[in-house]
Nanobody, 115 residues
Framework: QVQLVESGGGLVQLGGSLRLSCVAS????????MGWSRQAPGKERELVAT???????NYADSVKGRFTISRDNAKNTVYLQMNSLKPEDTAVYFC?????????WGQGTQVTVSS
């Protein structure tokens, strides 16, 4: 069994920063790509950032230049550094990981940006 646990969400003011973490645990042979998506109330889930095992990254246009995704393969952990946060970044953020060729999702962590 594999589990993903996110942490680091919370309430922050306009222009502030947060760092999300997501740790994968359980029966892990290999972790391939990892990433973050988000879902705001009344909106569809949006893919925010992805990172391959060897490091290449991709970002949604809405977060380019403000968010940075990184990972620690030794710790099976993916991070999302979020800077210059805006009210439109308010959402539940979910991490995912392709582990042993199957995609797992975390339970989500709330990020709220106040103006």
């Amino acid at each position: 069994q594999v589990q993903l646990v996110e942490s680091g969400g919370g309430l922050v003011q306009l222009g502030g920063s947060l760092r999300l973490s997501c740790v994968a645990s359980g029966s892990i042979f290999r972790v391939n790509d990892m990433g973050w998506s988000r879902q705001a109330p009344g909106k569809e889930r949006e893919l925010v950032a992805t990172i391959n095992r060897d490091g290449p990254t991709n970002y949604a246009d809405s977060v380019k230049g403000r968010f940075t995704i990184s990972r620690d393969n030794a710790k099976n952990t993916v991070y999302l550094q979020m800077n210059s946060l805006k009210p439109e970044d308010t959402a539940v953020y979910f991490c995912y990981a392709n582990i042993n060729t199957y995609v797992y999702w975390g339970q989500g962590t709330q990020v709220t940006v106040s103006s």
